[in-house]
């Protein structure tokens, strides 16, 4: 279900429901079985040569290539150059392309079929670009609040990121287009990303930061990246790891390919399972300077250093992905230009996705609180105040010049910055405007995007029924500062004086509404102020940002997002910040997030899994039954309230004290659509497989249930646990 919506719905809204704004399948792509695909792959890589079978593992340089990276082009046999293109939330570097939600607001939607659906959409606009990979999705973890790159992927939780990856994969790649699972691994901040090794213990790999990635392979992903990083003190380009975790135990099928220069050498990385070098030169500042790949491995497989065998591999692994993916059935022409972005003869993917997009951006909406249901607006709030340059456009925003990729924040925010943004939205719908569109003439507002002049703030504050007061705090990749912050946030406090701005308007309007757009967790000195009714969540909405807000506010959807990550009450409470050292020991091991708030019993500001609907939902009796392997649970769920809504139903299993697992972990969740007045009883279903009932045994190296005494906890939010059942394996 992607949206749910109440009474009033506009035909817009209804069809959402109906699933009827997916995005249409390319009628022209035959996926095909990874057998199916190895077959055809071994006839043509049998006939390439030694420098052909390279050639198409090895980028061309950056800085002269269509994509962010190409590979060699070969003829006879023929294999076309790949175009690599960022990102994870769309295509970069080009125009006429939709912005859509982020990674992170995909996940806080929690709704399966609405995370399929942005992947379709994504993978419709690759394809028609001709662009055969994207780079994405990214299933890095928020291990720290701060975490720069940490809104690019889904959240704390390596089931949500799990279910979200494996999702969005199908989705892109049932396009045709190869997903990219990144960063391949323990790339969770940016502060000395090309230095620091992340030490991880091999059950919290298994358990936490593995876990997306096996999932996609599960799913099928044609490419993993390997990151920036070192893992345990060994680049993770030329990491043994990639063979023996990804190749030999997940049973990975496609090819590994680097970030953007990770890889360090020729011979370590060719024989720990590297498959592919990008963008191809080793020297950053020289675009056309020779690639550890390229000459350098025809000379190591000449010299008796690499196998060719091993080439023979990479070769394979690579036109399996396309052969998978049919790319050799009428695959586009490539039409991106990334390094000189030029909208003349730009082919337009945009389609009909702006309606998911806005959907999307509704359905991930995390409504935090609601006192005195002062949300949705009512028909008599007849004057509104709309506060803070967060609530507009800014023409910076679209200056390639002044805020490439996104890097500044002068007005709303839709994404973070770095290369995981659509660089060139073809618009943006900023909040002031969603909402204009939606009260035309009936409502009057008044309206500042002045963040500083408080006696003015104050007074148009005062001027209105109720006053919506907007803020935000931004993140992205590197180390390039953006108003003084790096690609992690130095801190959690709001941007551009929002904390004051806040207040003084909470101080001037009885009813205030407090909007907050951010890359992840902020601190809320202000959330227990007695005039702010309601703390509305819309994270990264992306292009449709006010029309989407508007949808929520105003009741024509019921918001349903739910957190996909822990927000303090203060910093301290966090298991950890971002590093500067160049060691860095994963020390809280599987507790992290709402793990380690629960096994420290500190209370969280808003928890993991929280939001909060316009009605009310019931759970009745919860039922279980356990078999060897398996586990059902079933529970009823009702909607007691007077509008229609959905709910993210969410099952948190604690295992047996003998585990020494955290106090309980997400292993399910359904979003559920469920119609008003008492008498409409949704039965939802929970299936529990050896993959969520196991831990990872460090002794035989295997996936082993525990036995003993399980308890099966049923709620609203990591914190809002409803219904409670035990059994035992
Ligand atoms: C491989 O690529 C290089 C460019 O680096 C080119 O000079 C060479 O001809 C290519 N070899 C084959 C066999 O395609
Ligand atoms: C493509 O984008 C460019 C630049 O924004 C714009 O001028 C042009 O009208 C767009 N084309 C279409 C078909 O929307
Ligand atoms: C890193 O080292 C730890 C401790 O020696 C070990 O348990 C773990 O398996 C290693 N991780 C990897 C990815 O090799
Ligand atoms: C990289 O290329 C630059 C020229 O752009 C050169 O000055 C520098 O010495 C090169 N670095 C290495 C390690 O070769
Ligand atoms: C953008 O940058 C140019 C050159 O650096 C500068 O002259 C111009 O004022 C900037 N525009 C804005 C809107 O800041
Ligand atoms: C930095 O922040 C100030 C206000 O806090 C804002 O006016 C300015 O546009 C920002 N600069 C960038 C590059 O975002």
Same mark, same amino acid.
């Given at each position: 279900?992607?949206?749910?919506?109440?009474?009033?719905?506009?035909?817009?809204?209804?069809?959402?429901?109906?699933?009827?704004?997916?995005?249409?399948?390319?009628?022209?792509?035959?996926?095909?079985?990874?057998?199916?695909?190895?077959?055809?792959?071994?006839?043509?890589?049998?006939?390439?040569?030694?420098?052909?079978?390279?050639?198409?593992?090895?980028?061309?340089?950056?800085?002269?290539?269509?994509?962010?990276?190409?590979?060699?082009?070969?003829?006879?046999?023929?294999?076309?150059?790949?175009?690599?293109?960022?990102?994870?939330?769309?295509?970069?570097?080009?125009?006429?392309?939709?912005?859509?939600?982020?990674?992170?607001?995909?996940?806080?939607?929690?709704?399966?079929?609405?995370?399929?659906?942005?992947?379709?959409?994504?993978?419709?606009?690759?394809?028609?670009?001709?662009?055969?990979?994207?780079?994405?999705?990214?299933?890095? #973890?928020?291990?720290?609040?701060?975490?720069?790159?940490?809104?690019?992927?889904?959240?704390?939780?390596?089931?949500?990121?799990?279910?979200?990856?494996?999702?969005?994969?199908?989705?892109?790649?049932?396009?045709?287009?190869?997903?990219?699972?990144?960063?391949?691994?323990?790339?969770?901040?940016?502060?000395?990303?090309?230095?620091?090794?992340?030490?991880?213990?091999?059950?919290?790999?298994?358990?936490?930061?593995?876990?997306?990635?096996?999932?996609?392979?599960?799913?099928?992903?044609?490419?993993?990246?390997?990151?920036?990083?070192?893992?345990?003190?060994?680049?993770?380009?030329?990491?043994?790891?990639?063979?023996?975790?990804?190749?030999?135990?997940?049973?990975?099928?496609?090819?590994?390919?680097?970030?953007?220069?990770?890889?360090?050498? =020729?011979?370590?990385?060719?024989?720990?399972?590297?498959?592919?070098?990008?963008?191809?030169?080793?020297?950053?500042?020289?675009?056309?300077?020779?690639?550890?790949?390229?000459?350098?491995?025809?000379?190591?497989?000449?010299?008796?250093?690499?196998?060719?065998?091993?080439?023979?591999?990479?070769?394979?692994?690579?036109?399996?992905?396309?052969?998978?993916?049919?790319?050799?059935?009428?695959?586009?022409?490539?039409?991106?230009?990334? #390094?000189?972005?030029?909208?003349?003869?730009?082919?337009?993917?945009?389609?009909?996705?702006?309606?998911?997009?806005?959907?999307?951006?509704?359905?991930?909406?995390?409504?935090?609180?609601?006192?005195?249901?002062?949300?949705?607006?009512?028909? =008599?709030?007849?004057?509104?105040?709309?506060?803070?340059?967060?609530?507009?456009?800014?023409?910076?925003?679209?200056?390639?010049?002044?805020?490439?990729?996104?890097?500044?924040?002068?007005?709303?925010?839709?994404?973070?910055?770095?290369?995981?943004?659509?660089?060139?939205?073809?618009?943006?719908?900023?909040?002031?405007?969603?909402?204009?569109?939606?009260?035309?003439?009936?409502?009057?507002?008044?309206?500042?995007?002045?963040?500083?002049?408080?006696?003015?703030?104050?007074?148009?504050?005062?001027?209105?029924?109720?006053?919506?007061?907007?803020?935000?705090?931004?993140?992205?990749?590197?180390?390039?500062?953006?108003?003084?912050?790096?690609?992690?946030?130095? =801190?959690?406090?709001?941007?551009?004086?929002?904390?004051?701005?806040?207040?003084?308007?909470?101080?001037?309007?009885?009813?205030?509404?407090?909007?907050?757009?951010?890359?992840?967790?902020?601190?809320?000195?202000?959330?227990?102020?007695?005039?702010?009714?309601?703390?509305?969540?819309?994270?990264?909405?992306?292009?449709?940002?006010?029309?989407?807000?508007?949808?929520?506010?105003?009741?024509?959807?019921?918001?349903?997002?739910?957190?996909?990550?822990?927000?303090?009450?203060?910093?301290?409470?966090?298991?950890?910040?971002?590093?500067?050292?160049?060691?860095?020991?994963?020390?809280?091991?599987?507790?992290?997030?709402?793990?380690?708030?629960?096994?420290?019993?500190?209370?969280?500001?808003?928890?993991?899994?929280?939001?909060?609907?316009?009605?009310?939902?019931?759970?009745?009796?919860?039922?279980?039954?356990?078999?060897?392997?398996?586990?059902?649970?079933?529970?009823?769920?009702?909607?007691?309230?007077?509008?229609?809504?959905?709910?993210?139903?969410?099952?948190?299993?604690?295992?047996?004290?003998?585990?020494?697992?955290?106090?309980?972990?997400?292993?399910?969740?359904?979003?559920?659509?469920?119609?008003?007045?008492?008498?409409?009883?949704?039965?939802?279903?929970?299936?529990?497989?050896?993959?969520?009932?196991?831990?990872?045994?460090?002794? =035989?190296?295997?996936?082993?249930?525990?036995?003993?005494?399980?308890?099966?906890?049923?709620?609203?939010?990591?914190?809002?646990?409803?219904?409670?059942?035990?059994?035992?394996?």
């Amino acid at each position: 279900m992607l949206v749910s919506s109440i009474s009033k719905a506009s035909s817009l809204l209804l069809l959402a429901l109906l699933g009827a704004s997916s995005v249409t399948t390319n009628a022209d792509v035959k996926l095909r079985s990874w057998d199916e695909a190895q077959d055809l792959a071994k006839e043509l890589v049998g006939q390439m040569s030694l420098e052909q079978k390279v050639n198409i593992t090895t980028g061309m340089g950056f800085n002269i290539t269509p994509c962010v990276g190409n590979t060699y082009a070969i003829t006879n046999p023929d294999f076309p150059s790949l175009c690599l293109q960022d990102g994870p939330l769309g295509v970069r570097s080009s125009y006429n392309v939709s912005a859509g939600v982020a990674g992170i607001n995909a996940a806080a939607s929690f709704d399966r079929k609405a995370i399929l659906q942005r992947g379709e959409m994504m993978g419709q606009e690759f394809r028609g670009k001709g662009a055969h990979i994207q780079l994405g999705p990214a299933m890095n #973890f928020m291990r720290t609040a701060e975490s720069g790159r940490g809104w690019e992927s889904f959240g704390e939780d390596p089931f949500l990121q799990g279910v979200a990856a494996a999702e969005t994969i199908t989705g892109v790649q049932s396009q045709g287009v190869i997903s990219t699972a990144k960063h391949f691994i323990n790339n969770e901040q940016e502060t000395n990303r090309h230095e620091e090794s992340s030490n991880v213990d091999d059950r919290t790999l298994h358990e936490i930061y593995l876990w997306p990635f096996a999932r996609s392979v599960e799913a099928g992903v044609g490419s993993v990246m390997c990151s920036y990083n070192k893992v345990n003190g060994t680049s993770a380009c030329e990491n043994d790891m990639m063979n023996r975790i990804l190749k030999d135990e997940l049973d990975f099928k496609g090819f590994i390919q680097t970030d953007w220069w990770a890889a360090m050498s =020729t011979v370590q990385s060719a024989v720990n399972g590297l498959d592919m070098v990008m963008p191809g030169n080793m020297n950053t500042t020289d675009d056309h300077s020779p690639s550890y790949y390229g000459a350098n491995l025809v000379n190591a497989v000449k010299n008796g250093k690499v196998d060719e065998s091993r080439v023979n591999d990479m070769a394979l692994r690579i036109v399996a992905a396309y052969y998978k993916m049919g790319q050799d059935n009428d695959f586009p022409k490539t039409t991106i230009d990334s #390094f000189h972005v030029d909208p003349k003869g730009s082919v337009d993917v945009e389609g009909d996705h702006k309606t998911l997009v806005r959907e999307m951006g509704a359905a991930s909406v995390v409504l935090l609180t609601n006192q005195d249901n002062i949300l949705p607006l009512k028909e =008599t709030d007849k004057s509104i105040s709309v506060i803070g340059s967060d609530a507009f456009n800014d023409p910076l925003l679209f200056d390639p010049e002044n805020c490439s990729n996104f890097m500044c924040d002068p007005a709303t925010l839709i994404q973070g910055w770095g290369s995981g943004v659509v660089s060139h939205p073809s618009y943006i719908v900023p909040p002031i405007e969603g909402i204009k569109s939606r009260v035309g003439n009936d409502v009057k507002i008044q309206s500042t995007n002045d963040n500083y002049d408080m006696e003015k703030v104050k007074q148009i504050a005062e001027a209105s029924d109720i006053a919506i007061v907007f803020a935000n705090s931004d993140s992205g990749e590197g180390s390039t500062p953006v108003n003084g912050t790096k690609g992690d946030r130095s =801190t959690l406090t709001l941007w551009n004086n929002g904390d004051k701005l806040v207040q003084s308007v909470a101080d001037a309007n009885k009813n205030t509404i407090v909007v907050v757009h951010s890359v992840g967790a902020i601190l809320m000195p202000w959330a227990n102020h007695e005039n702010i009714k309601a703390i509305v969540w819309p994270g990264l909405p992306g292009a449709e940002s006010g029309n989407s807000l508007a949808d929520v506010l105003f009741g024509d959807v019921n918001p349903s997002g739910r957190l996909p990550y822990t927000i303090a009450k203060e910093l301290g409470d966090y298991v950890t910040t971002p590093s500067a050292d160049l060691e860095i020991d994963y020390t809280e091991k599987l507790n992290i997030g709402y793990r380690w708030f629960d096994s420290k019993k500190i209370d969280p500001l808003f928890a993991f899994g929280h939001g909060l609907s316009y009605t009310k939902f019931d759970y009745g009796e919860l039922k279980v039954k356990a078999r060897k392997d398996q586990v059902n649970a079933e529970i009823q769920v009702q909607n007691t309230g007077d509008v229609d809504g959905a709910e993210v139903v969410q099952l948190y299993l604690s295992f047996p004290e003998s585990a020494e697992e955290p106090p309980k972990v997400l292993r399910g969740f359904e979003k559920v659509f469920i119609k008003a007045g008492g008498h409409h009883k949704e039965s939802v279903k929970f299936e529990l497989t050896k993959t969520e009932l196991s831990i990872w045994d460090v002794t =035989t190296q295997s996936w082993v249930i525990p036995s003993g005494q399980f308890e099966i906890h049923v709620g609203a939010s990591s914190r809002d646990i409803r219904q409670f059942a035990t059994f035992t394996l």
